[in-house]
């Protein structure tokens, strides 16, 4: 099964994958909204909390774009791709721990990592 672009098409018709893709775009709009949040609660001041409330997730939409969206404009091999999605969805975790939440930054963390760990087997394998 190929899409009209030449692309290998993914098993949208199994319920499971269609659900870890959906929480995978769940989780990536989690760790943008989580980078606001904790860049506007910054004790930088007004002026410092609003440039990081706003370059903060920016920055992460930007670097997702170009290096790990699924049609990303530099299509890296796959320890890249990971690397990219560590530091985004990672930096996600590690912002809502910075506004003072450990346990859910903890599970945030769980969960992204074994989603993104079945997301890419379940893509990598509809490939072959």
């Known amino acids: ?12 018709d199994r319920p499971w994958f269609a659900a ?5 775009f769940v989780l990536e709009l989690v760790a943008i909204g989580a980078l606001a949040w904790w860049g506007f609660t910054a004790q930088e001041g007004a002026a410092a909390s609003a440039a990081l409330g706003i370059g903060t997730p920016a920055a992460a939409v930007a670097l997702w774009g170009l290096f790990a969206a699924p049609r990303a404009r530099f299509s890296l091999p796959l320890p890249g791709v990971l690397a990219v999605k560590a530091l985004v ?9 910075g506004t003072g939440h450990p ?4 599970v945030l963390a769980a969960v992204t990592a074994v989603n993104t760990g079945c997301a890419e087997y379940f893509r990598r394998r509809a490939e072959q």
């Open 89 to 97: 969805l990672g930096g996600g975790a590690a912002a809502v721990y």
């Open 20 to 24: 870890n893709e959906v929480l995978a």
């Open 1 to 12: 099964m190929t899409a009209d672009d030449g692309h290998r098409a993914l098993p949208w």
């Open 103 to 106: 346990v859910a930054a903890w």
